[in-house]
């Protein structure tokens, strides 16, 4: 089975226990209005162009079957709108100027790269970590991919939006040794302004996932201006406090490394000037989670 993969990422410390490999899928069925990986929304293949890069070689014009590259006035010009995303001018621009984002791979010529690595997920207890987008976007894919990585002994942990009924879910959040999964706003209403769909499925799994016998934490990017204050935490840390098998809760801190990408996709992006929130007031949500009486960390 082909999936659509974005990236595969190794040597990642951040995403899950040990040295890991991540592994990004294309697709997402939530538009969250700070997401670092724009790159990763859409199930299709994108054209990134970081006109910046460009030196004016004029190759692209020469390979493209639908003329959105253009030489007006002597200068290289852009078209997105004609573009059909057939990635010839990426594979010739040596300027990096035109990236695809979006791969179709094979369970084997992913697990190919994946299996590089084994020896130091042995050493740390690391393994592989499923991305996106949402991986739950395809998830007989992703199912293959715990199925071959458990096959190799190699530890798979999923991020998830939990944004899909359990009974659909379940099949996939069951398989994975490891569990990291969202819950963004408490309120419904905030919950679909800031990510396009209301909160009340990943509730529901929230309070399902004790059951599945799997290993889990819950985390919460913290957005300046959107979840950045005591009350919010609070809520979502109430909401939290009667699970059982949570390992802990974790606040994330804003990221705002997908500017660029934005630029590059010609995409809007809300938080163009947003910037991580200091430690010491990461500490203090933290706190306000801690006295809900659960478990909180913070990744800065
Ligand atoms: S091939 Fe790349 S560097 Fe050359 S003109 Fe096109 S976009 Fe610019
Ligand atoms: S991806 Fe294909 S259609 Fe789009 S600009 Fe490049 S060459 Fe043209």
């Not at 949402?134 to 991020?159: K, M, N, R, S, T």
């Not at 959107?226 to 939290?240: H, K, R």
Request: charged share 25%; aromatic share 8%.
């Amino acid at each position: 089975m082909a999936g659509m993969v974005t990236e595969i990422q190794r040597f990642v410390l951040n995403d899950g226990p040990g040295i890991r490999t991540t592994v990004f899928l294309k697709g997402c069925n939530m538009r969250c209005a700070w997401c670092h990986n724009p790159e990763t929304i859409r199930g299709g293949r994108d054209l990134h162009y970081y006109e910046r890069n460009c030196i004016g070689c004029f190759k692209c014009i020469y390979v493209c079957p639908s003329k959105a590259h253009k030489k007006i006035d002597g200068v290289h010009r852009f078209f997105l709108n004609l573009c059909v995303r057939c990635g010839k001018c990426a594979k010739i621009c040596y300027a990096d100027a035109m990236v695809m984002s979006g791969e179709d791979m094979s369970v084997e010529q992913v697990m190919e790269q994946v299996i590089q690595d084994k020896p130091y997920y042995d050493d740390s207890h690391g393994g592989v970590t499923l991305s996106g987008g949402e991986v739950l976007c395809q998830q007989d894919f992703a199912l293959e991919l715990v199925e071959a990585c458990h096959a190799q002994g190699i530890h798979v942990g999923i991020e998830t939006n939990l944004y899909k009924p359990m009974d659909q879910a379940r099949a996939l959040l069951s398989q994975v040794d490891l569990i990291m999964a969202d819950f963004k706003l408490f309120d419904d209403e905030a919950h679909r302004q800031w990510t396009g769909v209301g909160n009340e499925t990943i509730k529901e799994n929230l309070r399902l996932l004790d059951d599945l016998g799997v290993p889990y934490i819950i985390r919460t990017p913290v957005i300046p201006g959107v979840n950045d204050n005591e009350d919010e935490i609070a809520a979502i840390a109430g909401y939290l406090q009667p699970f059982r098998n949570m390992m802990y809760y974790e606040l994330l801190a804003f990221n705002p490394l997908g500017a660029p990408k934005y630029e590059s996709l010609s995409l809007a992006n809300p938080f163009t000037d947003a910037r991580p929130l200091l430690k010491t007031r990461m500490q203090e949500l933290a706190a306000a989670a801690r006295a809900a009486g659960i478990k909180t960390r913070t990744d800065n």
